[in-house]
């Protein structure tokens, strides 16, 4: 299906985005004349900046990340906030959103909370090369999209001391951002109650090196017992992530792996009575939970792509009957948790992917800002998500509005 780039669109918006861009690519849209239209464009110099940024973005869903990283360094050396207008052009609320360069992962994806909506977004890249602006653009609420990593973790202490004084309540503190990490998270969650998360622990492959030689045991140098679940930090979307039965397979698995620094957690068998795993996210948003997927798998490693419900009638069944029932079922359930967390990690906006256990706790595997939530599936395959996610959609922008009274 061919795309046709309408003018009147194209004059009054300075940047499509990546939300729309992925709504493209997931129709089946040839995006091979709009990426021309693009470079054309950036190479007659007519708003250069944003159509780099839309390339950029291009190239990420194209899977060339390489690509994607060039053009978007391009882009933010000629420009560094891109405006989207309000989706129903009508704009309510100002929002702007500092971002830190990098792909889908570096920075929460706020466009595909807003679809729909009354909200321009503006987003303001900051980094090492890109410090905060003296006088950020105008605007109603600023939202901190920058998410946790050890390369943050100098941005987030900066845009702290920066933005505290001058912004009233600044959405979604950095300095809460930057205990997400995965064995903080694990430290500040583990023990709240309602909730079962895997003790996490930071290593040096030196240590796990003497672990897997016999030198030391787990529980002296790492306080994690076998099965162990290890991953080099700054991994996600379950790459590099293996289970870890022994010391050989641990040996095994660092002969294939060079990186210095790795998490270690402990395993949980959270396989259900029919021999599935299910894997849920849910937002938290002001404290409240919403649904946003429930994914279902024969494999202890689960995501919602390698889960392939698209393939399945009975796994799309019982995901929309947990959509439909969630805040009386699984909200309910888990309800002390969700408050738990909500107190502990004192963020406005945070993901969690999680399950449960045999003895009704929520399983909590990761926490954090990037992950996506969005409504973009298939409405013909999945139509018991549109309500679902409009209902945290909603609550999100409750979440700016109070936001913007308590600024005020």
Avoid at 218 to 243: C, D, N, Y
């Amino acid at each position: 299906m061919d795309w046709n780039w309408s003018g009147a669109v194209e004059d009054e918006h300075r940047l499509i985005g990546y939300a729309q861009l992925l709504r493209l690519a997931q129709s089946g849209a040839d995006l091979q004349p709009l990426i021309a239209r693009l470079m054309e464009r950036a190479k007659r110099g007519e708003r250069a900046a944003d159509a780099l940024m839309d390339l950029s973005w291009i190239f990420l869903l194209a899977q060339q990340p390489e690509m994607a990283v060039t053009t978007q360094s391009l882009a933010l050396k000629l420009q560094q906030t891109y405006k989207l207008p309000a989706p129903n052009r009508r704009v309510g609320l100002r929002l702007v959103a500092l971002l830190s360069a990098g792909d889908y992962l570096a920075s929460t994806p706020l466009e595909f909370l807003l679809e729909g909506s009354d909200v321009a977004l503006e987003l303001c890249f900051v980094g090492a090369e890109l410090p905060l602006p003296a006088t950020l653009p105008e605007h109603d609420v600023l939202f901190v999209a920058v998410c946790e990593s050890d390369d943050h973790l100098e941005l987030l202490q900066h845009i702290d001391e920066r933005v505290g004084a001058d912004h009233g309540r600044v959405v979604n503190s950095p300095s809460h951002i930057s205990n997400l990490a995965r064995d903080r998270a694990s430290a500040f969650l583990r023990s709240a109650p309602g909730v079962a998360m895997p003790l996490t622990v930071r290593v040096s492959r030196a240590t796990l090196e003497s672990v897997a030689a016999g030198a030391a045991t787990i529980t002296s140098a790492v306080e994690v017992p076998f099965p162990i679940i290890v991953r080099p930090v700054g991994s996600h979307m379950g790459k590099r992530l293996a289970k870890i039965d022994d010391a050989p397979s641990l040996a095994a698995y660092l002969s294939a792996e060079s990186e210095e620094e790795y998490y270690a957690a402990a395993y949980f068998d959270y396989q259900s009575a029919d021999g599935q795993y299910r894997k849920h996210r849910v937002v938290l948003i002001d404290g409240q939970p919403f649904a946003c997927h429930l994914a279902i798998s024969d494999h202890w490693v689960v995501s919602y792509m390698s889960a392939r419900m698209e393939e399945s009638a009975s796994k799309r069944a019982e995901e929309a009957q947990w959509m439909a029932s969630f805040h009386e079922t699984f909200a309910a359930r888990h309800a002390e948790a969700f408050r738990a967390v909500h107190q502990r990690l004192r963020l406005d906006y945070v993901v969690l992917d999680c399950s449960e256990t045999a003895d009704g706790r929520l399983l909590i595997f990761e926490v954090d800002t990037a992950a996506l939530v969005h409504a973009t599936d298939p409405v013909d395959v999945y139509p018991y998500k549109v309500p679902a996610m409009q209902s945290a959609f909603t609550a999100f922008r409750a979440l700016l509005e109070r936001a913007r009274r308590e600024i005020r």
